[in-house]
């Protein structure tokens, strides 16, 4: 149990002390998707769905899912968020989010990112299931990663 940073010495969940950590600048970089029906990402795009503006609340959505990470995942710091931002690619049957965070401080933001990714996908999901009950989540994972002391990561799907 020794390489789990996250369990004592007793077997039990523990959230890791980052005090002696150098403060650096971290950026992570998420990314997954929502698959749908074309006529989905049609009516999404032209602004047919009942409830509103499908991407804009999505990524208010993702937005306030990084700031409120701490508060969803147990052992999850509460950082500083320094700025945030989602991005979304419409293909013919699925949206691509990707969530991009930077902090400075004593340990990483991609929680932040991949909680980001997750609620806009789910804010998408939620505001298009009446349309559409055969969506899916996928490929929710980081992409990039930078600041760490242990070096910085790459997805092999960028290199």
């Known amino acids: 149990m020794s390489d789990l940073t996250h369990i004592n ?13 150098l403060l650096t600048d971290r950026l992570a970089v998420a990314r997954g998707e929502i698959l749908m029906r074309p ?24 937005i306030s899912g990084a700031k409120k990470t701490s508060d969803l995942i147990p052992m999850c710091h509460n950082i500083f968020i320094s700025s945030c931002d989602i991005d979304f690619t419409i293909k013919e049957d699925r ?3 990707t969530a991009t965070a930077k902090t400075t401080g004593q ?34 994972r980081l ?3 930078t600041g760490e002391r242990s070096g910085d990561f790459i997805a092999e799907e960028l290199k």
């Open 95 to 97: 949206i691509e989010i």
């Open 39 to 62: 006529e989905t990402i049609e009516r999404i795009k032209d602004g047919g769905v009942k409830k509103g503006d499908v991407l804009a609340v999505a990524q208010v959505a993702g």
């Open 107 to 140: 340990t990483g933001i991609e929680m932040e990112v991949l909680t980001a990714v997750s609620l806009a996908a789910l804010t998408i999901y939620d505001m298009c299931k009446a349309i559409d009950k055969t969506m899916k989540i996928d490929n929710i």
């Open 9 to 21: 010495e007793s077997g039990r969940a523990r959230m890791v002390d980052v005090g002696d950590k």
């Open 143 to 145: 992409i990039k990663k």
